[in-house]
């Protein structure tokens, strides 16, 4: 069965502070997509990243970087350097073949908490 | 930049109303989707709706929802008979293409049963 687990239910940090919210995914399938978005407060839901599972490059964007792991089945986000506006809850999310991608399969969120 | 708008914002309505929530997706989106979101928890598939038909609806889609794309630019969500938990945030998605392609969500209705 699919499954989507984000252990970390809330993290607080002070800027500057380098942050990684932990994603751990299960899946039959072999080819899947793993996707991160985030969701300040005022509520929308906003993308960030998405991966396939053949493609275990990491990817870094700024100040945002993405380690895709398959043997842990992992895909972890780092912010460096965060900062306040990095405060909000960030999904990762899985999509499968099996569901023809119809679907995303959220995780419970992380709720990232920056202070000044 | 071309977005997903859904109106309202906020519904408020009283158990065992119908209610209809309404979404315009991206004007060249063909798929679209409908998730929900109980308050502090995480965001759930409902439904999702292809060339006029669903293509597929999780369990908790049950014969008192049901969705429509009445026009061409419209796509709504409809509660038959809404109760207490029904309330939550209501997000509508389009993606362009088949395949895991980016959904790009809508900001959400919350709807709020009393």
């Known amino acids: 069965a699919q499954k989507v687990t984000q252990a970390q239910t809330e993290i607080s940090v002070v800027e500057k502070e380098d942050v990684t919210l932990d994603c751990v995914y299960e899946t039959r399938d072999t080819t899947y997509y793993l996707f991160w978005y985030k969701q300040p407060p005022s509520g929308e839901l906003v993308f960030l990243i998405r991966r396939n599972s053949f493609d275990e490059q990491n990817e870094i964007s700024g100040r945002y970087s993405w380690n895709f792991q398959k043997s842990t089945s992992s895909f972890n986000f780092t912010i460096t350097a965060s900062q306040v506006v990095d405060s909000a809850v960030y999904f990762c999310a899985l999509s499968e073949t099996m569901t023809g991608f119809q679907k995303l399969v959220f995780g419970t969120g992380t709720r990232l908490l920056v202070s000044p | 930049e071309p977005e997903v708008t859904q109106t309202p914002s906020h519904q408020v309505t009283q158990m065992g109303q119908e209610v209809i929530l309404r979404c315009v997706p991206i004007?060249?989106?063909?798929?679209f989707y409908w998730y929900r979101q109980i308050l502090g928890q995480k965001v759930e598939f409902l439904v999702s709706?292809?060339?006029?038909?669903?293509?597929?609806k999780s369990e908790i889609f049950d014969d008192q929802f049901s969705v429509e794309r009445p026009d061409g630019s419209n796509f709504t969500l409809k509660i038959r008979s809404t109760k207490l938990e029904d309330s939550a945030m209501y997000f509508c998605?389009?993606?362009?293409?088949?395949?895991?392609?980016?959904?790009?969500f809508g900001p959400g209705t919350r709807l709020t049963v009393l």
């Open positions: 004007s060249n989106h063909l798929y």
């Open positions: 709706f292809y060339n006029n038909e669903i293509s597929e």
């Open positions: 998605a389009s993606s362009e293409l088949a395949g895991p392609n980016e959904q790009f």
